[in-house]
């Protein structure tokens, strides 16, 4: 019996020292001297598990269980063994019944815990971490897969107060640091979760994971050098680590360097072809360089890899918007399949009218109206802009503002927002079911969406219908083909009678525009200047419009228009074309198009009176269409230059032609292609009312209803009362 214990005591000496053929071997000696002995079949199998030999470790487990089933450090073994071997249920049986021999074993707890996460079972993980930890002080590993398992059921505020705790356990626990660091950016707080991150990298430099993060962190805090390195160091340190390559196209494109951050998506997509992400951001990019084809392929890709990625499905409907020929029932249709995917599921749980703030004030039409907004551009953004003058005038007529504000930066727009409301309220950080769930509890009337499917809208909440009455407005130029969405708010030039078919909500008519705009300075900042043709220079030209809008249709009546005016030159200026390889990528396009390169000039992104200043250098501005410009022809007329337009039926099609006509700018709209050149050539010939137009127009739009937020909050306001049941 001494010969048999001194050979299991420099066994487990060898094994603990990490000599595992050691350990083995003597164990093997021990089994042959006693073949029945319980602790070195167990321990053998456990040499056998550590040696990833997990088949022949569930073997000698069991035949230790056999002769003793009473120890549960066997069953916990053996269901670390069959967790290896994908066996997971008999895994979790496994350590179940460790639990039950000893019931304060946190190990074991910890090790099922493992077992049921890997089954999607993350409600019962919780629990079995968060037993693990309270049976063993200072079990930072538990702690630590408990806030993971919190953060995947979406309990993120739980799962932060699980990682502070893994790290008071172990301040040097690097993975805490770094997972804490990526839910802090995924709760929209970029400055905290630069700092965990930090931490996380001055333990492990190398941390790809966290580095990745940090760049977001640092693109979100508007620190793009940062954001750069810190990409460029994620990749250097796991090229093959898609996150990483993802980031550093992601800084790349937030920069305009959009052939920059097409390569890093390329690079991921080489490493795994069938990561949606890349392929969604590939499209994207695609997108911004006007390639729609392109866009929408890599947009179909990555549903087809992943089906559930609701904003690839906004961007698909989205691209509809441009197509040339495009119809109305098209869009329709387009908008209505994101409905049937991401919508159907949550109707039926849908708030049912009459639960409103008002409560039973509302049959008498006594007291505020509560409306809540949800956007997040409540800043120098044109949906902003679009709704700011109307906000601000809304509480004049009864209403009560509860704004949900889906972003993370602030300007002076922000702040006058913050002003009119009575409730601000920061979502960036939430998901769609927590904000859904926050609106329910604040009891609006009226629920406002200034977003759609563009990007930062939350077509996900609307879905989920957490108010009685929901309203499209401002943000999104076309149907949002929600069955949740009550109404659109528009006009007769936007939908004109008998297009409210082609709707999946109720249009809403505002007596002229459907937005009144806030535009910048005033005549010190922003001074009118002369048509720059009347000083006997070349007419200039010009498109202010994202590459998107452009389609060989476009391009040929450009063509068209430079070859009828000898010596005219084009301005062509966007952000997108602040990317040199986007840049000559369209300066062949242009060529193929017949136009001449030197006859171009191509200017990327400025700040917004820079931007403004340009739109003054040209002479007649050139609407792209189908899908027409809206800020950029607000701007365009408000320097006092026409906009050349060409409508269809689509409500992206039409705010040039809005626009000009309430502002009373005739002889622009055109009605086929041949007569946007007659129009745009006849304008440019004129230079007597491009002067006229220079001088008038921006009093006329400063003092007409394109600017005036008071006249369209009261017109609003009705509107949303009579939805609620609350006309006067």
Known sequence: MATIQEAMAAAVAHHQAGRLNEAAAMYHAVLDAMPGHADAAHLLGVVHLQSGQPERAVQLIRGAIQHNHRVADYHDNLGSALKALGRLEEAVAAHRQAIRLRPDFAQALYNMGNALEALGRLEEAATAFRQAAARRPGYARARFNLGNVLAALGRRADADAAYRAAIADDSGFVEAHANRGGLLLSLGRPQEAATALARALALRPDHAAALANLAAAKLALGDRDGAERAARHAVASRPELSDTLLRLGEVRQRADRLGAAADAYAAALAWNPALAEAHANLALVRQGQGLLDAAEAGNRRALALDPGLADVRSNLAYLQLFRPGVTAAAVLEAHRDWDRVHGAPHRGRWVKPGRGASGAGAAAGKGPLTVAILSGDFRRHPAGLFALRTVEALPEHDVRLLLYANQTEADDVTERFRKA????????????????????????????????????????????????????????????????????????????????????????????????????????????????????????????????????????????????????????????????????????????????????????????????????????????????????????????????????????????????????????????????????????????????????????MAGGPLCDGGKLAAALAAELRGLTGRGR
């Open 421 to 700: 409301a009575t409730r601000w309220t920061p979502v960036a950080g939430l998901t769609d079911a927590e904000i859904a769930t926050q609106i329910r509890h604040d009891r609006p009337d009226v629920l406002i969406d200034l977003a759609g499917h563009n990007a930062r809208g939350r077509p996900g909440v609307f879905a989920r219908k957490p108010a009685p009455v929901q309203v499209a407005w401002s943000g999104y130029m076309a149907t949002t083909g929600l069955a949740a969405m009550d109404a659109l708010v528009a006009d007769r030039h936007h939908v004109p009678d008998g297009m409210e078919g082609f709707y999946a909500e109720r249009v809403l008519r505002m007596p002229d525009a459907f937005i009144a705009y806030d535009p910048p300075g005033g005549e010190d900042i922003l001074p009118l200047t002369p048509p720059p043709s009347l000083s006997g220079g070349p007419v200039n030209f010009g498109s202010f419009n994202i590459l998107t809008k452009l389609n060989d249709g476009v391009l040929a009546a450009w063509a068209a228009i430079l070859g009828r005016m000898p010596g005219s030159r084009l301005l062509m200026k966007t952000k997108a074309l602040s990317c040199p390889a986007t840049a000559a990528l369209w300066r062949d396009r242009l060529a193929a198009a017949g136009i001449e390169p030197d006859r171009v000039t191509m200017v990327g992104a400025s700040s917004s009176l820079d931007h403004m200043r340009r739109c003054a250098s040209v002479d007649v501005a050139l609407d792209p269409f189908p899908f027409s410009g809206s800020t950029t022809t607000l701007e365009t007329l408000w320097m006092g230059v026409p906009v050349v337009t060409l409508p269809g039926e689509t409500f992206s099609s039409r705010h040039s032609l809005a626009f000009l006509t309430v502002a009373g700018v005739e002889g622009c709209i055109a009605t086929d292609p041949a007569d946007y050149v007659e129009r745009a050539v006849a304008l440019a010939s004129d230079p007597q009312r491009l002067a006229d137009l220079r001088r008038s127009l921006r009093a006329r």
